[in-house]
């Protein structure tokens, strides 16, 4: 996330009010730590001297400078007014410091390889929008941790999704006498239910920088409330560098500033990526991206809502078998997106078999209560995917 302070606001504040410094200082090979835990600046240390090599081998046109960064238990820029806790990391526009928030390994290094790109990027790449930054961003934290690509992938296309009505899975039986059966079906609203409001991806990549926030409190380029704009930034910028390299998105950066425009042009980016048309061709082009590991990840998830689900959609064919993990393994059932090819055996995520115990057992009691969505729907016929 890339963090843009307004020039005004700096001339009229103090250095007095801007955050301290954490104490520590510890020298990396491709940068300096700042943090007031030792144990933590020694692992941003070794995750920093990491990833830097790595971002520089994926990206071209970086700059050469070490980069500093700041490990801050509370995320802010001045004294006394903390970031919205829900921000990892965060990128200074001048002078590309970033502050990481103290958290576990893993966490600190999808943070630190999403932010190098913002510290990175040299003035060739000025002319890339906002939202499609981010995209990129997102792109470079996947491909540098292909053991976590799919938790990762599965997030970034869930934010996509949420700004075309969210993802639409349905479970299926695998079982030869109800091949197809469609038991049930369900929407995820993706991470912005709340948001009524809709996002014409056609402007998503002016969005981001022309509602920039001032406030001090949340002055973020693009907005962190809106996590639409990152997840249709990381598909637009995958489908480019899927086609045609990374390269293409350089190009495309020193074309526009030969042409004398502010940034790429959004018709540009979305011609590149192929998605030039309706919502319908964004669907899909998320439902592409999503193969059996993405579904296991949301299975994961969603695995309490799975259960709850799958109980009562078998509750009717108790009968068949002695009982219900037998019928589980009878029925055999499947997570898929509607309309599309890939699925994933439930019986092969852990979480989802743990919950499935729980959720059987409350079945029994005279318990009301219930995770299940308006939006819930069980078929009564084989229905076509």
Not at 1 to 28: D, E, F, G, K, N
Not at 119 to 140: I, Q
Not at 207 to 225: E, H, I, K, M
Not at 333 to 352: I, K
Request: glycine residues 6%; negative net charge; contains cysteine.
């Amino acid at each position: 996330m890339l963090l843009r302070i307004v020039a005004i606001v700096t001339l009229l504040l103090t250095s007095a009010c801007r955050s301290t410094a954490p104490q520590l200082v510890l020298h990396a090979e491709h940068g300096v730590i700042r943090a007031d835990i030792a144990e933590s600046g020694e692992r941003v240390v070794r995750l920093l001297d990491d990833l830097a090599p790595r971002v520089r081998d994926l990206l071209p046109g970086l700059r050469p400078r070490r980069v500093e960064v700041w490990v801050q238990s509370e995320l802010e820029v001045f004294s006394g007014w903390p970031l919205d806790p829900a921000v990892p990391a965060f990128t200074l526009e001048n002078g590309g410091r970033i502050h990481l928030l103290e958290a576990s390994d893993e966490q600190l290094s999808f943070a630190l390889s999403h932010e190098l790109v913002h510290a990175l990027l040299s003035e060739e790449w000025s002319t890339l929008p906002s939202v499609a930054e981010e995209g990129l961003a997102d792109w470079v934290q996947e491909h540098l941790h292909p053991n976590h690509a799919a938790m990762l992938r599965a997030d970034h296309l869930a934010k996509a999704s949420s700004a075309f009505g969210g993802l639409r899975f349905g479970l299926f039986a695998s079982w030869a006498t109800w091949g197809g059966r469609r038991l049930a079906s369900f929407t995820l609203p993706g991470r912005d239910a709340s948001d009524e409001s809709s996002v014409n991806p056609n402007d998503a990549f002016t969005l981001g920088d022309t509602s920039v926030r001032t406030s001090l409190f949340q002055p973020y380029r693009v907005s962190v409330a809106d996590s639409r704009l990152y997840g249709i930034g990381y598909l637009v910028v995958s489908r480019i560098v899927d086609r045609n390299g990374v390269r293409e998105l350089q190009r495309m950066c020193r074309r526009a500033s030969e042409e004398g425009r502010e940034q790429v042009p959004a018709q540009w980016l979305l011609a590149a990526a192929g998605l030039e048309g309706s919502e319908t061709q964004w669907r899909e082009a998320i439902s592409a991206r999503i193969g059996p590991d993405e579904l296991a990840v949301f299975a994961t998830e969603l695995a309490p809502f799975l259960a709850e689900l799958l109980v009562r959609s078998l509750d009717p064919f108790r009968h068949a078998a002695p009982g219900h993990m037998q019928l589980f393994e009878r029925v055999q059932p499947r997570l898929g997106l509607l309309g599309a090819p890939s699925s994933v055996r439930l019986s092969e995520v852990p979480a989802v078999l743990e919950a499935l115990d729980e959720a059987w057992i409350k079945s029994g009691d005279d318990s009301t209560d219930s995770i299940l969505p308006v939006s819930f729907e069980n078929p009564a016929a084989p229905v076509s995917r």
